[in-house]
């Protein structure tokens, strides 16, 4: 133990303090590749678990052994009295279940009359914006007041005064 702490007392003596650096140095050195490998290690761990449960995702979403009436084939261990009876609840449920109903209500009964009533309110809002720019004065009429069109350098077109939009 007391060898170990001498190596990191320093000495304000430069030979000491150098054989200090260096030490530090060759340690660094020795611990890179071991560093590399340690964060290799668990950046392909963290791809080994993100790509098993991704693939354990997709088996499970899969639908590729489907049978003609929607309902996974069962084989082996799997086909059992339980399994069989869950599968037909399941398809039972899909079947009457009214998911293309709701969709159908939801489109006729809430997204249709939703888009009349924003329809009608931005035509409204349109028409109220040129009712109040018609009782407004023509635009060559109104009075420049000198905080409008402020100009601190010429355009290079024309007189200089107008934008090109």
């Not at 560093?35 to 088996?59: F, K, N």
């Not at 997204?111 to 635009?139: Q, R």
């Not at 060559?140 to 355009?155: A, C, G, S, W």
């Amino acid at each position: 133990m007391e060898a170990s702490l001498d190596v990191f007392e320093l000495d304000h003596d430069k030979a000491n303090y150098s054989t200090l650096e260096n030490d530090a140095r060759s340690l660094i050195i020795a611990m890179l590749p071991q560093r590399y490998l340690v964060l290799a290690s668990q950046r392909l761990g963290a791809r080994a678990h993100a790509s098993t449960t991704r693939l354990g995702l997709q088996r499970r979403l899969a639908h590729s052994d489907v049978t003609r009436n929607d309902v996974p084939a069962l084989s082996g261990a799997a086909d059992n009295a339980f399994n069989r009876e869950r599968q037909a609840v399941k398809s039972h449920a899909a079947a009457t279940s009214g998911r293309s109903l709701a969709k159908a209500v939801n489109l006729v009964y809430v997204v249709v009359p939703c888009l009349i009533i924003a329809s009608v309110n931005a035509y409204n809002l349109w028409n109220e914006h040129w009712e109040h720019w018609d009782h407004m004065p023509p635009l060559e009429e109104r009075v420049e007041y000198p905080y409008q069109n402020l100009r601190t350098k010429n355009y290079p077109w024309g007189d200089g005064d107008k934008t090109l939009l």
